[in-house]
């Protein structure tokens, strides 16, 4: 009895294992003709990448459809082998988040030693795709303008933009810095979250519960519109989040990033109702009305990642702290006050992830990150609206 109990709570592991998968996989598929286009069965078609541990296999059936499953998103070789027909390879074969490829290919009929290479195709479409949805890679939000996090890249999809007053807030009163996410006129509540394939959608009040710097990240993914029925829970915009993963080869960076009032010009006018009169508006600048806020942003840490054993287990780690130290005068209205009030913030990133093909046609993924944060201090707004008797030291 304890038999059967175990193999049914595996077949559920591994039944969850694969919902959750279906969200960061990609597929490859396709018919395979000889020249006169008579359908060619029994062909054995292999995919490798840098990104697949081990490499994905298939056979193709009487009718010559070859479907290649559960991909990573990333750039494949696809090998064709029959007997009695020319090896077929085609290379650079690029496929991202939840993409459907459909490849067909003509094989020659030549010695078994002959094969064709064929590189340099144009880029391949999904015609089965019906979402209004943007894919970046690794190799493009590298080169884009952007913040910490991914959530500073989504608005590029149209239809996709920041409305603060949307959002949450975070312990300290902030405004958190993806709440304001609002897609196609929905609020920052109606999103939903994914990183590897796990709903991160924060349980409260629906924001991203989840921040994951760009160094952990290998491709984001944003769906507006036209998205399937698994991503019911979502009236918004569905983002994506695949992290990095080892490989066959060891690879690591050492990173530092600073941020601060000494890089930054002079403050710009802001708008506002006059608090002595709601029938004025103004434009203030309270960096002349205050003196400038000072702020240091202090981000460094490592990665690693590589093999445990070459195409069976493979690693990733990284470590990412960072400081934010502010210091904010303010001038409140109610008595002409004057004060320097200090906020200092501390963030413990750090992620793992490994990734197995134990089975020829099993391959496995567990990942974790964590965003330890704590902050000592709190700031008055800046119009000087708030009380001087409040206690600004609170730790969270």
Request: no cysteine; charged share 20%; aromatic share 8%.
């Amino acid at each position: 009895m304890s038999k059967r109990i175990l193999i049914l709570l595996l077949g559920l592991a591994l039944a969850g294992s694969l919902t959750f998968g279906q969200v960061t996989n990609a597929r490859i598929v396709g018919t395979i003709t000889d020249n006169e286009g008579n359908p060619l069965p029994g062909v054995a078609v292999e995919a490798t990448s840098p990104k697949l541990v081990g490499r994905a296999t298939t056979i193709s059936d009487e009718n010559g459809v070859f479907r290649l499953l559960n991909l990573v998103p990333g750039v494949y070789r696809i090998q064709y082998v029959l007997n009695g027909f020319q090896t077929l390879v085609r290379d650079n074969i690029s496929v991202s988040l939840e993409q459907t490829l459909t490849l067909d290919v003509t094989m020659e009929l030549g010695a078994i030693n002959e094969s064709i290479v064929v590189t340099g195709q144009a880029p391949l479409i999904d015609i089965k795709n019906t979402s209004k949805d943007m894919t970046m890679t690794k190799a493009m939000f590298q080169v884009l303008p952007k913040g910490r996090d991914f959530a500073s890249l989504v608005t590029l999809l149209p239809g996709v933009g920041t409305e603060n007053f949307a959002g949450g807030v975070d312990r300290a009163g902030a405004a958190t810095r993806a709440g304001g996410l609002s897609v196609d006129g929905a609020t920052a509540s109606e999103n939903v979250f994914f990183v590897d394939g796990v709903n991160t959608t924060h349980l409260e009040d629906g924001t991203m519960s989840q921040k994951v710097n760009f160094d952990f990240i290998d491709e984001v993914q944003v769906k507006a519109s036209g998205y399937q029925a698994e991503f019911g829970g979502s009236m918004g915009g569905v983002i994506n989040v695949v992290t990095r993963s080892g490989g066959n080869a060891l690879h690591g960076d050492v990173i530092g990033y600073y941020s601060g009032s000494g890089l930054s010009g002079t403050q710009r006018p802001v708008l506002r109702v006059n608090p002595l009169d709601n029938h004025v508006a103004e434009y203030v600048n309270y960096q002349y009305q205050n003196g400038k806020e000072r702020e240091v942003i202090l981000e460094g840490g490592l990665n690693l990642g590589g093999y445990i054993s070459k195409d069976r287990l493979w690693f990733f780690g990284t470590f990412m702290p960072a400081q934010r130290a502010r210091t904010r005068p303010v001038t409140f209205l109610i008595d002409d006050s004057r004060g320097n009030f200090d906020r200092k913030d501390l963030e413990l990133n750090y992620s793992g992830k490994l990734t197995a093909q134990p089975l020829r046609n099993l391959r496995l993924s567990a990942s974790f990150i964590n965003n330890f944060w704590k902050y000592r201090g709190g700031l008055p707004t800046d119009d000087g609206a708030g009380s001087p008797t409040v206690e600004w030291s609170k730790n969270g």
